[in-house]
């Protein structure tokens, strides 16, 4: 082989291996980038689950309902399943700093339940919102400030003059200043002078019954704190209440006082609202056939068989009966249909300062959510923790 022939190829040779060699480094720096790549997107999934979990626990302690209420005092039921009983002022108490009242108004305004007369909110965040837009309402934005505050605190029931002279200083205008012309930060401000004349003072809480987040989803233990011997006490007196809802005759005398014509606190709070629907007739399998031809049929109807469908989809999510069920089971007892109760009607709103609830027998009403029938569960499936999932150390988490 002459030179110039080895020579052609041994600088093939030499770019064969610089090939190779350049081959080898972009799949090696490729592995790297995508090793980069999978450690970033779990250092993003590690994030985003103790952000997650955060926010779960974070929500598990906003207020889910009322169970009951009395002078000084308010016992709610959390998202997380807890029950607090909280004592203080009664804006501390119930997340509801401008002590506004319950009625149609709170309601639309995140309101949760009442504690005989004013509202009770989830956070004290959705409280002073709803100051807030309250003050902006019609009847507010038509006033002056000063009248805007007598109308929210009247005379009857607070030192209205001084609550005047408060707000006014606080927001830097005179208390003629028509509301109409206050900016949202004024507006804002003249909340926040509200929540100091209202008490806002804090609570002391005593909390029952276990976080079923905790240790379900935060891997930490399930804690429960042991009820005192009052709480015991109110437990079994709520109870004995439930029981005479249904049957007082088996109760004995003046286990259950209720409205007190004397003008004093009853001392007893209800537990729950009157059962008002009977109990679940049991099905047989020929009415549960019928009641899904009754809903087949109904379906294929021209012109309104769609519409039927989604009627009878919407009551099945809502856990209530199909159109062919009500059919089936009016023809099964003799009865028709029929509807469900009233629901009653909603007070007035407005903002009130602290005042002595007269009618103690408070009976929140409760109804069942989403949350209760779908989410509201403790899954005894052991779940990882993050530093079983994700090897790293999560003491904050127990």
Same mark, same amino acid.
């Given at each position: 082989?002459?030179?110039?022939?080895?020579?052609?190829?041994? /600088?093939?040779?030499?770019?064969?291996?610089?090939?190779?060699?350049?081959? #080898?480094?972009?799949?090696?720096?490729?592995?790297?980038?995508?090793? =980069?790549?999978?450690?970033?997107?779990?250092?993003?999934?590690?994030?985003?689950?103790?952000?997650?979990?955060?926010?779960?626990?974070?929500?598990?302690?906003?207020?889910?309902?009322?169970?009951?209420?009395?002078?000084?005092?308010?016992?709610?039921?959390?998202?997380?399943?807890?029950?607090? #009983?909280?004592?203080?002022?009664?804006?501390?108490?119930?997340?509801?700093?401008?002590?506004?009242?319950?009625?149609?108004?709170?309601?639309?305004?995140?309101?949760?339940?009442?504690?005989?007369?004013?509202?009770?909110?989830?956070?004290?965040?959705?409280?002073?919102?709803?100051?807030?837009?309250?003050?902006?309402?019609?009847?507010?934005?038509?006033?002056?400030?000063?009248?805007?505050?007598?109308?929210? =605190?009247?005379?009857?029931?607070?030192?209205?003059?001084?609550?005047?002279?408060?707000? =006014?200083?606080?927001?830097?205008?005179?208390?003629?200043?028509?509301?109409?012309?206050?900016?949202? #930060?004024?507006?804002?401000?003249?909340?926040?002078?509200? #929540?100091?004349?209202?008490?806002?003072?804090?609570?002391?809480?005593?909390?029952?019954?276990?976080?079923?987040?905790?240790?379900?989803?935060?891997?930490?233990?399930?804690?429960?704190?042991?009820?005192?011997?009052?709480?015991?006490?109110?437990?079994?007196?709520?109870?004995?209440?439930?029981?005479?809802?249904?049957?007082?005759?088996?109760?004995?005398?003046?286990?259950?006082?209720?409205?007190?014509?004397?003008?004093?606190?009853?001392?007893?709070?209800? /537990?729950?609202?009157?059962?008002?629907?009977?109990?679940?007739?049991?099905?047989?399998?020929?009415?549960?056939?019928?009641?899904?031809?009754?809903?087949?049929?109904?379906?294929?109807?021209?012109?309104?068989?769609?519409?039927?469908?989604?009627?009878?989809?919407?009551?099945?999510?809502?856990?209530?009966?199909?159109?062919?069920?009500?059919?089936?089971?009016?023809?099964?007892?003799?009865?028709?249909?029929?509807?469900?109760?009233?629901?009653?009607?909603?007070?007035?709103?407005?903002?009130?300062?602290?005042?002595?609830?007269?009618?103690?027998?408070?009976?929140?009403?409760?109804?069942?959510?989403?949350?209760?029938?779908?989410?509201?569960?403790?899954?005894?499936?052991?779940?990882?923790?993050?530093?079983?999932?994700?090897?790293?150390?999560?003491?904050?988490?127990?």
């Amino acid at each position: 082989m002459s030179d110039a022939a080895r020579r052609a190829d041994l /600088a093939q040779s030499a770019r064969a291996s610089e090939n190779a060699s350049m081959s #080898t480094y972009n799949a090696a720096r490729s592995l790297s980038q995508q090793n =980069a790549q999978r450690a970033d997107l779990a250092q993003q999934a590690r994030t985003a689950e103790e952000q997650s979990m955060n926010s779960m626990a974070d929500w598990g302690k906003e207020v889910k309902s009322v169970v009951a209420a009395g002078p000084g005092w308010t016992s709610v039921e959390l998202n997380n399943g807890q029950i607090e #009983t909280r004592k203080g002022d009664r804006a501390s108490r119930n997340n509801n700093p401008g002590n506004i009242e319950a009625g149609d108004f709170a309601k639309k305004a995140g309101a949760v339940g009442t504690d005989g007369r004013f509202a009770v909110f989830s956070t004290k965040e959705d409280g002073f919102k709803a100051i807030s837009s309250l003050l902006g309402t019609s009847r507010y934005s038509s006033k002056t400030v000063e009248g805007a505050i007598s109308s929210y =605190a009247p005379p009857s029931e607070n030192n209205t003059a001084s609550y005047v002279s408060r707000v =006014a200083s606080a927001i830097g205008v005179s208390k003629d200043t028509p509301m109409s012309s206050l900016t949202s #930060t004024q507006r804002d401000a003249m909340a926040r002078a509200i #929540t100091g004349v209202e008490g806002n003072t804090g609570y002391a809480k005593t909390t029952t019954g276990t976080d079923r987040f905790a240790s379900t989803y935060m891997g930490g233990k399930a804690t429960s704190t042991a009820p005192s011997a009052a709480e015991r006490n109110a437990a079994t007196t709520q109870e004995a209440a439930k029981a005479q809802q249904n049957d007082p005759s088996g109760l004995p005398p003046g286990t259950y006082r209720g409205y007190d014509p004397s003008g004093l606190p009853a001392e007893t709070p209800a /537990a729950g609202p009157v059962p008002t629907s009977r109990p679940e007739r049991p099905r047989s399998l020929t009415e549960k056939v019928a009641a899904g031809a009754i809903d087949v049929g109904l379906g294929m109807l021209p012109g309104i068989g769609t519409a039927v469908s989604v009627v009878n989809g919407g009551l099945a999510l809502t856990g209530n009966k199909t159109l062919g069920e009500r059919i089936a089971g009016s023809i099964a007892t003799g009865e028709g249909a029929g509807s469900g109760p009233d629901s009653g009607k909603d007070h007035l709103g407005g903002g009130r300062g602290e005042q002595i609830v007269k009618d103690k027998s408070t009976v929140p009403e409760k109804t069942e959510s989403f949350e209760d029938r779908y989410i509201k569960f403790v899954d005894p499936t052991k779940r990882p923790t993050p530093a079983e999932k994700w090897n790293y150390d999560t003491g904050g988490y127990a």
